[in-house]
Structures are given as structure tokens and as C-alpha cells.
């Protein structure tokens, strides 16, 4: 079965503080994994996808499969990273099962 | 970026009555469109997957008769909630992909319905 947990609902730490939002998965085939962050009153978007390797707004993840892990991490948060984060999974039929959700609070 | 619209954006509705949710790709052709719902401080619950001119796909649990799914065009589709009752009440979102721009998802704002 698929599977995203993310264990933590709320991650608080100090701008300039690194953070790391932890994210597991139980997947039977290659996972294609993302994460989405959703600011404040705003819609749901795509923040980056494993597949990519790319880093954005300095945040990065690396598929770990030998943890079955994908965390997301940021060397030095800002206040503008305060928002609700979600671990995704795609599944064969291209929709996404997601976690429950990581907000991050980051506190000048 | 693809930009995805939901209307109506809060619902309020008696009990018992039904309500359409729609959901657009305003700048690019859809062929595959999600509905979500999103409980209370939970995630996001895919409901189900919808192609362009197909029945609709539920995941399990998902009542096909309850919530009725349409996607007649590459821009458009709609969610009714039927006979709705106060359990209903949630937070719905859409999301839309092109297959052709790769299989990132563009999500809707969402809408709100509240059912008395």
C-alpha cells in the first residue's frame, strides 16, 4: 500500500535556524515524490519534485530509497518559509497521495 | 505558470440539496483532472480522477452516486455534491495536468462547503 507520513504537524524554528521536514514513504514500485508547499491564504503549489534535483528557494530533498525518505530540507529559514509543506507520492494513475502536512513556523 | 479556477469559491447549502463545484484550467488543455478533499487539520484525500470525455475514476470509499463527476471538456470539469448532508461539509480542491508539460499538478484555491 502507499503510504506518506510526515510526523511532524508543526516544525517551529529561528530564521536563520537550518530546518529539515521529515518525510517517509512505503511505495512497491520507483517513487516519484514531491513536495508542495501552501503559503498563507494561498493555493497549493508545487515547490519540487525528486525527480528534478533542482533547489528551490533554497530548499532541497534527496530520495534516500534505503530509507524510504525524502526530507526537505533548507540551511537557513527565513520568515518567509512559514507555511503548510506536504509530502506527495504519485501513483500510477498520476494523482498524488499526500501527508498530513508539516506547518512550519519560523520566528524572526 | 498554468493557472487553475474554482467557482464558487464558499458554498453554504441546506441539507438535502445538491451543489456543483466547478473547476477550470484557464490557460492550457487539462487532460486529466483530481478532485481532492481536505478534512479539518488533515490532508488532502484524493476522491478521484478524471479524463477528458471518460467516466471519472473513484478511489475507494468515494460514493460514485454522491459525488458526481464531470469532465466534458479540456478545460473543465465539475464535481456535484448530491443530496448533501452536513458530513459533506469540507474543503474540496481541484488539480489539473497536461500530460504533455510532464505530470506536475496545478491546483484550484478550493471551495468551501459548508452543508446546514
Known amino acids: 500500500a502507499q503510504r506518506v507520513t510526515q510526523p511532524e504537524k508543526l516544525l517551529s524554528v529561528f530564521k536563520g535556524a537550518p530546518v529539515e521536514l521529515k518525510c517517509n514513504y512505503s511505495?512497491?514500485?520507483?517513487?516519484?515524490l514531491f513536495w508542495y508547499v501552501q503559503y498563507s491564504r494561498q493555493r497549493l503549489q508545487l515547490l519540487l519534485r525528486?525527480?528534478s534535483r533542482e533547489s528551490i528557494k533554497g530548499f532541497t530533498a534527496d530520495l534516500n530509497k534505503g530509507e524510504t525518505s525524502f526530507h526537505l530540507k533548507k540551511p537557513f529559514a527565513q520568515e518567509e518559509d512559514s507555511a503548510m509543506y506536504y509530502c506527495?507520492?504519485?501513483?500510477?494513475?498520476?494523482?498524488?497521495?499526500f501527508g498530513k502536512g508539516t506547518s512550519l513556523l519560523v520566528t524572526p | 505558470g498554468a493557472v487553475v479556477s474554482q467557482h464558487p469559491s464558499r458554498v453554504i447549502c441546506k441539507s438535502g440539496t445538491s451543489v456543483k463545484i466547478e473547476c477550470r484550467s484557464l490557460?492550457?488543455?487539462?487532460?486529466?483532472m483530481f478532485w481532492y478533499r481536505q478534512f479539518p487539520k488533515k490532508s488532502l484525500m484524493l476522491m478521484a480522477t478524471?479524463?477528458?470525455?471518460?467516466?471519472?475514476?473513484?478511489e475507494q470509499g468515494v460514493e460514485k452516486d454522491k459525488f458526481l463527476i464531470n469532465h466534458a471538456s479540456l478545460t473543465l470539469s465539475t464535481l456535484t455534491v448530491t443530496s448533501a448532508h452536513p458530513e459533506d461539509s469540507s474543503f474540496y480542491i481541484c488539480?489539473?495536468?497536461?500530460?504533455?508539460?510532464?505530470?506536475?499538478?496545478?491546483f484550484g484555491p478550493g471551495t468551501r462547503l459548508t452543508v446546514l
Open positions: 525528486h525527480i
Open positions: 490557460d492550457f488543455q487539462a487532460t486529466t
Open positions: 478524471s479524463n477528458e470525455g471518460s467516466k471519472a475514476t473513484y
Open positions: 511505495y512497491s514500485g520507483s517513487p516519484e
Open positions: 506527495a507520492l504519485e501513483n500510477s494513475g498520476y494523482a498524488l497521495n
Open positions: 488539480s489539473a495536468s497536461d500530460r504533455e508539460g510532464g505530470n506536475e499538478q496545478f
